[in-house]
Every structure is written in structure tokens, then in C-alpha cells.
Nanobody
Framework: QVQFVESGGGLVQPGGSLRLSCVVT????????MGWYRQAPGKQRELVAH???????NYADSVKGRFAISRDNAKSTVYLQMNSLKPEDTAVYYC????????WGQGTQVTVSS
């Protein structure tokens, strides 16, 4: 069964940086585009960035220019470098394979606060 194991979240001040990692314990990693999603309290889960298996990337307007997604196919790992963090980036962050009908991981909490 596919598992998504997210890590790297924490508490950071506005303007700070964090790097999230997600290890995917399945061979599907190389078959799918991979995305980072987030869900803030009381809001729906949203896709903030994704990277194709060929390395092409796309970002939500709210994070464009501040976040960078990347993947290491040899390690079945996808990363999200988050810079210039804002309080509105506070959420639980999840990774998932786009279009795959597999369970979600636990996510990692990111809190941006002074």
C-alpha cells in the first residue's frame, strides 16, 4: 500500500523559511506527478504546487515566487522549499500523487507566527 510520509514542518516567524520532505513508499512515485497540498482550519484542502515526473513545475498564485517544489526520483522523495513565509501559509501540508486514489498521509503542521 502506498504511504506518504511528510516531515519538516514547525513554527516559524513571518519571513522565515522551512523545507518540507515527503517520502513515498511505493513504486508509483515515478509514474505520477507529485503535489503539495495544504489545509488551513475551516478551509478546503488546496493544491499549492506540483511537479511532473519530468520535472516541470506549477504553483498556485498565492505561493508563486516564494515556494519551490522539487523531486528526487532515486529517493522517491518530493520537497517543498518555502521562503518568505506569511501567517496565511499556516496549515497542515500534505503530499500526494496527482490523480491517485490512495489514502492521504498524516501531513506536517506549518505555523507562521510571531
Amino acid at each position: 500500500q502506498v504511504q506518504f510520509v511528510e516531515s519538516g514542518g514547525g513554527l516559524v516567524q513571518p519571513g522565515g523559511s522551512l523545507r518540507l520532505s515527503c517520502v513515498v513508499t511505493s513504486r508509483i512515485f515515478n509514474l505520477y506527478a507529485m503535489g503539495w497540498y495544504r489545509q488551513a482550519p475551516g478551509k478546503q484542502r488546496e493544491l499549492v504546487a506540483h511537479v511532473t515526473n519530468g520535472g516541470n513545475t506549477n504553483y498556485a498564485d498565492s505561493v508563486k515566487g516564494r515556494f519551490a517544489i522539487s523531486r528526487d526520483n532515486a529517493k522517491s522523495t518530493v520537497y517543498l522549499q518555502m521562503n518568505s513565509l506569511k501567517p496565511e501559509d499556516t496549515a497542515v501540508y500534505y503530499c500526494h500523487a496527482l490523480g491517485a486514489s490512495t489514502p492521504w498521509g498524516q501531513g506536517t503542521q506549518v505555523t507562521v507566527s510571531s
